[in-house]
């Protein structure tokens, strides 16, 4: 996904890309996180029973979210296969990738810019 969307011109900041050895990475990402205009989370299967360092950085997105303008489109769900989000995520629409316009529902996402209501 990310490799797709760089290819469309978007930036996007990835761990694997964008740390560099010696960064202290838990600072990196929540820097990148409260820098970003927008924060994809992808959800799988895998994911969304995975423990550790993921289950922290959706808390710290989550955290940031509560930061933004009432309204402020912040976090784009993104589910990679049919499965179950935790329940934070509830509120938001779900961009699903195996959708005929997944992709293209994304990037409309992405080429809007946060709006307030």
Partial sequence: ???????????VWIDKRDLLGGDDWARRVDEAIKAADFTLVAFSNRSCGKTGQFQRELRRTLQQYELRPLGARFII??????????AEF??????KMWDDDGYMALCRSLRTFPVSI
Avoid: G, K, N, Y
Avoid at 1 to 11: E, G, I, V
Avoid at 77 to 86: A, D, H, N
């Fill in 1 to 11: 996904l990310a490799t797709r969307l760089w290819s469309d011109a978007f930036q």
């Fill in 77 to 86: 769900p993104v589910l990679l296969e049919p499965c179950s989000p935790p």
């Fill in 90 to 95: 509830e509120s938001l629409h779900w961009i």
